[in-house]
């Protein structure tokens, strides 16, 4: 990794794949370029501030779901996704994370 994989912002513009750290240790792969993310939580430890609250089960964590926006993904600030989970086209979910720890350019795989 090198300071060009590392970016303080993603607006869902940018082609490629991107890893998403939180500051509650849930970690999200972004595909900008297929338009999906996948929810994995507890990856990583959580930071002090989120040590003691337990991070929840989603709807279809590990799955891939269509984004529909990328409504704000900045360091530092919570995450903000909007999102087809139930893949019909018209219910909309929103997903708020905890703090962005970092956003991570990754290799394209499959």
Not at 3 to 13: F, I, P, V
Not at 39 to 67: G, K, M, Q
Not at 79 to 101: F, K, N
């Amino acid at each position: 990794m090198n300071d060009l994989d590392l970016l303080y912002e993603l607006s869902g513009d940018e082609p490629g794949s991107f890893t998403i750290t939180t500051e509650s240790g849930t970690v999200y792969v972004v595909d900008c370029t297929r338009g999906f993310l996948q929810r994995f939580p507890n990856v990583r430890p959580p930071t002090t501030d989120f040590a003691s609250i337990p991070v929840c089960d989603l709807r279809r964590d590990e799955s891939r779901i269509p984004i529909i926006r990328i409504e704000r993904l900045v360091v530092g600030e919570r995450g903000v996704l909007i999102l087809d989970v139930v893949e019909d086209g018209q219910t909309v979910t929103v997903r708020s994370t905890t703090p962005v720890l970092s956003i991570e350019r990754t290799a394209n795989t499959g």
